[in-house]
């Protein structure tokens, strides 16, 4: 049974064609200066192949810097200023989800400033929250809610003012009718 597996074994080229025949080739020719000579050619070809594949591999690492470079001088200036300034912290498209009216994103990139220490310069903030405005706007009822929110806030003051005359104006009617009573 044995003998008869190496049998088979042996009739399968295919099965053994990891082995490469240049490795027996290597021990038994050394001795011939012919064959020296031509191992060493073979050897100097293989450098010189090898050395054409590393230039290859690097004019097409160039190429696509070149190209990456070239894409990403066609980006308009505000795609290009909010990718530097706010991939510092966030991988690019960190917003992608969100979505906010141009106050919204003035507030979220005021935030990162004040907070997170996000550096700008000087309208830097506007030219990014136009850009934000543009390719992430809020929609539908989501766009009301945001603004009456906002509305809410900007007024809250308003309120705060309000609620004080009317409860003083209530004090002053209540004391005028405890005095004259
Ligand atoms: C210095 C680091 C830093 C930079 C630069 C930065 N951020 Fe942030 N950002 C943070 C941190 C930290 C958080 C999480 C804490 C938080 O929400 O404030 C965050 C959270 C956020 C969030 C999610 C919170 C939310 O309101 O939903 C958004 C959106 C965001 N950043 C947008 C931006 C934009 C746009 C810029 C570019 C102007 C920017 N960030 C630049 C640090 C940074």
């Known amino acids: 049974m044995l003998l008869f597996l190496l049998g088979w074994l042996l009739a399968q080229p295919a099965a053994l064609a990891d082995i490469d025949p240049a490795d027996y080739a290597l021990k ?103 850009h934000l405005t543009e390719t992430y706007p809020v929609t539908g009822d989501a766009a009301l809610i945001e603004a009456l929110l906002q509305l809410a806030v900007a007024f809250s003051p308003l309120w705060l003012w309000l609620a004080w005359k009317i409860t003083f104006s209530r004090i002053g009617k209540n004391a005028k009718q405890s005095f004259h009573s």
Request: aromatic fraction near 6%.
């Open 28 to 130: 038994s020719s050394i001795s011939s200066e012919k064959e020296r000579k031509r191992m060493q050619a073979e050897f100097d070809a293989d450098k010189i192949r090898e050395a054409e594949l590393q230039r290859q591999q690097e004019e097409i690492e160039a190429q696509r810097l070149a190209a990456e470079k070239t894409a990403w001088e066609a980006l308009p200036y505000p795609v290009r200023l909010t990718r530097t300034r706010c991939t510092v912290c966030h991988v690019a498209d960190y917003y992608i989800n969100l979505r906010h009216n141009r106050i919204g994103w003035e507030l979220v990139i005021l935030r990162m400033q004040y907070l997170n220490a996000a550096p700008l310069a000087a309208g830097e903030r506007s030219t990014i929250a136009a």
